[in-house]
């Protein structure tokens, strides 16, 4: 499920916001200003930010100047401000779209849409190698020296969201609230349990794992 943070200091336009992104299956959390959305980004990782410029502790170029410092997130800017100056600035800081208010939901949408596509991540086949394993995300089929190799829903479901992020961390409490949902943000014993059977079934020598690498007490990332 694509997650959309969604940054505006308008509780009527974050309660709109929400409401019309959960209705086209769309995971959504909201932040009222700059540092409670830098603060989600750090514990996870969303697939697109709509942001707001005129935050009230935070401008919205210095979020997205932060975010640009180590994340391609696609950020779809969403301002009252109208001036070309402020396009441009956005825009050269790295926003990859630029929508003024009042806005239209549907051109709204159609903007996420178009930026989640070409960051690669809506739509595009999904597909990892390393060695002589190969894991098809998209179509949920994995093979390791040419032989088929059995994943679980859940297995898969852990592997998409590390592929997701290839070679970024996934922090425990993230990976736990794709796969699990929001009432396990603390089971890292599951964690724990299900990365050492894809290991298992994957790794070369599972107890020196070389594509599914661990942080210990932070998380894990999938290295190829």
């Not at 409670?36 to 697939?47: F, G, H, K, N």
């Not at 299900?194 to 990332?221: C, N, V």
Request: hydrophobic share 40%; charged share 30%.
């Amino acid at each position: 499920m694509t997650f959309v943070l969604a940054v505006d200091d308008d509780p009527a336009i974050l309660r709109t916001l929400s409401i019309n992104l959960r209705a086209r299956g769309y995971d959504v959390e909201t932040a009222g200003d700059g540092r409670s959305a830098l603060q989600i980004v750090d514990e996870r990782m969303p697939d697109v930010v709509i942001l707001d410029l005129g935050l009230p502790d935070l401008d919205g170029v210095a979020v997205l100047k932060r975010l640009r410092a180590y994340t391609k997130v696609p950020v779809v800017v969403l301002s009252a401000r109208h001036e070309s100056d402020d396009k441009v600035e956005a825009l050269d800081e790295g926003a990859d779209d630029y929508v003024t208010k009042p806005f239209d939901m549907e051109e709204l949408l159609a903007r996420v849409r178009a930026a989640i596509r070409r960051s690669g991540g809506d739509g595009a086949p999904l597909v990892v190698e390393s060695g002589d394993v190969r894991l098809d995300v998209t179509e949920r089929k994995a093979t390791r020296a040419g032989e088929n190799v059995r994943l679980t829903p859940t297995e898969w479901h852990i592997v998409e969201v590390l592929a997701r992020r290839e070679g970024r961390l996934v922090r425990q409490g993230e990976l736990l609230h794709e796969v699990w949902g929001p009432a396990y943000d603390r089971e890292t014993n599951y964690l724990r349990v299900y990365l050492a059977q894809i290991r298992r079934k994957l790794e070369r020598d599972p107890s020196k794992p070389s594509m599914f690498i661990t942080d210990p007490g932070i998380g894990y990332r999938l290295v190829v």
